[in-house]
C-alpha cells in the first residue's frame, strides 16, 4: 500500500473476493500481504506469521473492540494457537478470538459480514 500507513486501505467493511498469491482482492482492487479488516476499514497488515500476532500487532483492533464481537485469525497454511496472555487481553474488551488457517477464515468472514455481524478478521496471505 502505498501513501499515508495511518490511512486505511479501504474506508469500510467488504468481502474477500478472492486470495491466495500472496495477497488477496476485495472490493474491486487486489492487496499484496496480509490484511487487518475491521467493521469501519480495511487495513494493511505487516504480520506474516502467527508466531508474531500480539496485542501490539492488533491494536486497531482493541482501539474498535466496541464494534467488535468475534476476531477472526487467519493463521496463513499453518495452525497456531494464541498465547493464553492474548485470548484474555481480548477476553477482557469483550471480543472472542477464533483461528483457523486463512482460507476458512475468509469464508467465514463472508459469511459473518453478510449476516451482519460485529466481526474482525487478521489475515495472514498466503502462496
Same mark, same amino acid.
Given at each position: 500500500?502505498?501513501?499515508?500507513?495511518? $490511512?486505511?486501505?479501504?474506508?469500510?467493511? %467488504?468481502? !474477500? =473476493?478472492? +486470495?491466495?498469491?500472496?495477497?488477496?482482492?476485495? #472490493?474491486?482492487? &487486489?492487496?499484496?500481504?496480509?490484511?487487518?479488516?475491521?467493521?469501519?476499514?480495511?487495513? $494493511?497488515?505487516?504480520?506474516?506469521?502467527? %508466531?508474531? !500476532? =500480539?496485542? +501490539?500487532?492488533?491494536?486497531?483492533?482493541?482501539? #474498535?473492540?466496541? &464494534?467488535?464481537?468475534?476476531?477472526?485469525?487467519?493463521?496463513?497454511?499453518?495452525?497456531?494457537?494464541?498465547?493464553?496472555?492474548?485470548?484474555?487481553?481480548?477476553?477482557?474488551?469483550?471480543?472472542?478470538?477464533?483461528?483457523?488457517?486463512?482460507?476458512?477464515?475468509?469464508?467465514?468472514?463472508?459469511?459473518?459480514?453478510?449476516?451482519?455481524?460485529?466481526?474482525?478478521?487478521?489475515?495472514?496471505?498466503?502462496?
Amino acid at each position: 500500500m502505498a501513501g499515508d500507513p495511518n $490511512a486505511p486501505h479501504f474506508p469500510r467493511s %467488504a468481502p !474477500i =473476493d478472492a +486470495y491466495g498469491k500472496g495477497g488477496f482482492a476485495f #472490493a474491486g482492487m &487486489s492487496h499484496r500481504g496480509s490484511l487487518l479488516c475491521l467493521p469501519d476499514a480495511i487495513w $494493511a497488515w505487516d504480520v506474516t506469521d502467527p %508466531a508474531k !500476532i =500480539d496485542r +501490539y500487532s492488533l491494536d486497531r483492533v482493541f482501539a #474498535a473492540a466496541n &464494534s467488535i464481537d468475534t476476531l477472526l485469525v487467519g493463521t496463513g497454511t499453518g495452525l497456531w494457537l494464541p498465547p493464553p496472555q492474548l485470548r484474555q487481553a481480548l477476553k477482557a474488551v469483550r471480543v472472542v478470538l477464533d483461528t483457523m488457517q486463512t482460507g476458512p477464515a475468509v469464508r467465514t468472514y463472508n459469511i459473518m459480514i453478510g449476516e451482519r455481524r460485529r466481526v474482525a478478521a487478521a489475515l495472514i496471505a498466503v502462496p
